[in-house]
């Protein structure tokens, strides 16, 4: 090989590799406007914004399950007692999002779920039917305000 072959086949992977950097930048602004666009979207609708993270919470929610089936056996009442957590969760987006209670019935339901969280399993246990009992009220009080 003589240098004009070497000088030759470095200017082909100089030219390969501008391109292909080129292509990247023009990628990467392309994704750049997509997640702007996704990210402004997720701003403007909450609701969204909460389901697309909600699996995340369920995902550590399972683990703890299982964890818990391995060493206790009552692990039904954790899994319920997400469940419910989850229920109230979803309360209270609803009232938030849909201006469908009062805010003293918002604060309420916000502070049963902080207790909901809180409480260990066989709190939760003694606790259970009071609990799904506020639940059923919020759920009424929204299905009252916003769907009739």
């Not at 993270?53 to 997400?82: C, G, M, P, S, Y």
Request: net charge negative; hydrophobic share 40%.
């Amino acid at each position: 090989m003589d240098i004009s072959t070497k000088e030759q086949e470095y200017l082909d992977k100089f030219s390969e590799r501008k391109s292909r950097l080129r292509m990247n930048l023009i990628e990467f602004i392309v994704w750049i406007i997509l997640l702007s666009f996704a990210f402004n979207y997720l701003k403007s609708n909450p609701a969204e914004r909460t389901s697309m993270f909600a699996w995340i919470e369920v995902l550590f929610q399972r683990a703890e399950v299982f964890v818990t089936n391995l060493f206790w056996d009552d692990w039904n009442l954790l899994q319920d007692k997400h469940q419910l957590e989850r229920y109230y969760k979803e309360l209270i987006s609803t009232m938030e999002n849909g201006e469908c209670a009062t805010r003293n019935t918002l604060d309420s339901a916000k502070e049963k779920y902080r207790d909901l969280l809180s409480m260990n399993v066989e709190t939760y246990k003694a606790n259970l039917q009071v609990y799904q009992g506020y639940a059923w009220t919020y759920a009424a009080k929204i299905k009252e305000n916003c769907w009739e």
